[in-house]
DNA sequence: TATTGTTATACTCTATAACTATA
DNA sequence: TATAGTTATAGAGTATAACAATA
């Protein structure tokens, strides 16, 4: 609703003066967690780059590691890629030999996937790296806090 | 580290069997921010849909609610969308009546931007979807684990 | 010269349709 | 006919550079 002239020009210095009200949107979940997740996003981000790996990429690395020989529709459907994305995240790992595709000889349509060496080699240190990071990165949370927040996340999710 | 043939058929049909093992990923803040927030926000996108609002045109019109002639800069910094982003996203809710942009009589470089009435009118319904949703998307969390996991993410962010 | 906002554009991410090879 | 994976492509989201108007 418009203002005009004096009215104007004393709204704005008010608004200009005081803290940003945001009390309607911090109130709601979704809000909280995308602003979580972006302020604590690019510190990894960037630590994952020395590797060459963004963030979807060490996921999949690290499945991939715990989870030798898992077949690609079971990866997509689990970090939620989908399988023509995943198809092209996989060339390019693939072509750092970093993984390895292995067609399954009990169907031959589907492929399984593991590490190569220096693949493995790769993950250690970036799983590494994401570890310290963690520590780092929740600086904020008590042990017990951060422990709480990981687990309300996975009742949500 | 490929295998051969028999090995390779057993390791495939265990690793079928098993339930993923995501314990690495699932010890990240990072990792859990987003598959909670992948978990939440379909169901919220579906909702805002209705009113032609995308969560960003929602957090928008809610922030000018609460912050009648707030300026662009300030708006830009506070949500994360850059000034040329911003610009576009204004074009399109103007275009639609919805807020309108205010040459600031104290600074002519500047512009200070309010909800139109129909826009208030919207912000409201999609005020109250969104806190009627807010319950029923945390419901897997009592109201005192969701109160705690809204203080936790404000900690972190 | 610096700042606000805009335009134009490029880059990344995500989504969809059509194809292959196997079953 | 159905499924696993691929290719190609389109669309949305995000980032950057260059510009106009004002300070």
Redesign the pocket.
Known sequence: MPKKSADLISAIQDTADQALDQRVLLSLVGYNLKRAYLSIMPVFEKRMAKYEL?P?DFTVLSLLKANPNI???RL?AAINV???????L??KLEGRHLIQ?QRNPL?????TLVLTEDGARLCDKAEKTASDLEIAASNKLTVAERAELIRLLQKIA
């Open positions: 963004r979807v077949q690609q529709k997509s989908s399988p023509p994305n995943l198809a092209t996989l060339d595709r169907d031959k349509r589907s492929q």
